[in-house]
């Protein structure tokens, strides 16, 4: 099995640059409004199914609002291979 979890995180950490630029432009009201948007839960739970399938177990994947406003993602997963245990909180915006 080819692992893919980092590319997947990384696509992901891409959305939520997105949404963050977004809040910033005013385009979205809120961090806050973003997260309780359908479109956060659609993306959280297709990152989750897709990185079921690429066999990281246990997965969670938690938006919440960071500092300053900010849409942040805390994020939790084992490698399948060895069970090193991989535990962040990111908050991908411009700087």
Partial sequence: ???QHPDGLIA???ELYEINCRVECGDIAS???AIASTRMKKLLTHYEE?????GVEPLKLEAYVAAGGW???????RYPADGFT???SVTPRRV
Avoid: C, H, P, R
């Avoid at 897709?50 to 690429?54: F, G, I, Q, R, V």
């Avoid at 849409?71 to 997963?77: A, H, P, W």
């Fill in 12 to 14: 992901l950490f891409s």
């Fill in 1 to 3: 099995m080819s692992i």
């Fill in 31 to 33: 961090a806050k409004a």
């Fill in 86 to 88: 991989v535990t962040n």
């Fill in 50 to 54: 897709a990185l079921w399938e690429d």
């Fill in 71 to 77: 849409v942040g993602l805390t994020y939790s997963y």
